[in-house]
């Protein structure tokens, strides 16, 4: 089988030229592990090309709960949305590992944006983003923890994988716990849910690295269907 790894974003959707542009137009600045690149609620000044780690992007809820989103790599844009809507940071965004990024004022933005003709790449960028969130929002309606965790993994392998023969690789820039947030659920039920995956064969667990063996497994799991070699039975 092929590994259905289409990552999508920034970069992967416009002309390398234009990905040159915003990189050469942009201030670099390096963020250390646990640095706060942007924060929920504030008022949108600027977007930043990531070309080097990975980020996590999270949202408070009305308690005051972080609810981690997504982890994102190089070649994401951050922030572009609230200078094209005029809105506040919808969420905030958190450097996983050392990150390098290129910082672009909001008034070049826009231009960058008008002088290449991208508003369709940002709007297309929005409707796969709005896509990702809903279809783990939905994966983390299943009571199996197993279906929890494998929605989580199964979105990160789009978002991060690459592909390695009939498998795909993700390297995380977090530790594995930081998966059992992203599933809303303890750490203890999404290692035991990781270690059923890992047993049925349908994915391996390295330090800070995912490999998915058998990615269609792996979507039966997220879909609380049977996978593997061996049934769940968390």
Not at 61 to 86: S, T
Not at 94 to 118: I, N, W
Not at 193 to 202: D, I, K
């Amino acid at each position: 089988m092929t590994a259905p790894v289409g990552m999508v974003n920034f970069r992967s959707l416009v002309p390398p030229e234009a990905w040159r542009d915003l990189v050469d137009r942009g201030r670099r600045r390096t963020y250390q592990r646990g640095s706060l690149l942007l924060r929920q609620g504030e008022s949108p000044d600027s977007v930043i090309a990531l070309v080097e780690g990975q980020v996590r992007v999270s949202q408070l809820n009305e308690r005051g709960d972080e609810l981690v989103l997504m982890l994102r790599g190089p070649g994401e844009l951050l922030g572009e949305m609230g200078i094209l809507v005029g809105r506040p940071r919808s969420a905030s965004v958190t450097a996983a590992q050392r990150c390098v990024g290129m910082v672009l004022p909001a008034h070049a933005f826009r231009g960058y944006v008008d002088r290449h003709g991208l508003q369709a790449v940002i709007y297309q960028l929005t409707v796969e983003r709005l896509n990702s969130h809903e279809r783990l929002r939905v994966g983390l309606l299943h009571s199996s923890p197993v279906a929890r965790i494998a929605s989580v993994v199964s979105l990160l392998a789009e978002e991060l994988g690459r592909p390695d023969g009939d498998a795909v690789v993700v390297d995380l820039g977090v530790a594995r716990a930081e998966l059992a947030a992203m599933a809303a659920m303890k750490r203890s039920s999404a290692a035991a849910a990781l270690r059923s995956l890992q047993a049925a064969g349908v994915l391996s667990l390295a330090r800070r690295r995912l490999i998915v063996t058998d990615p269609g497994q792996l979507a039966a799991a997220a879909r609380g269907e049977a996978y593997g070699r061996a049934p769940d039975v968390l």
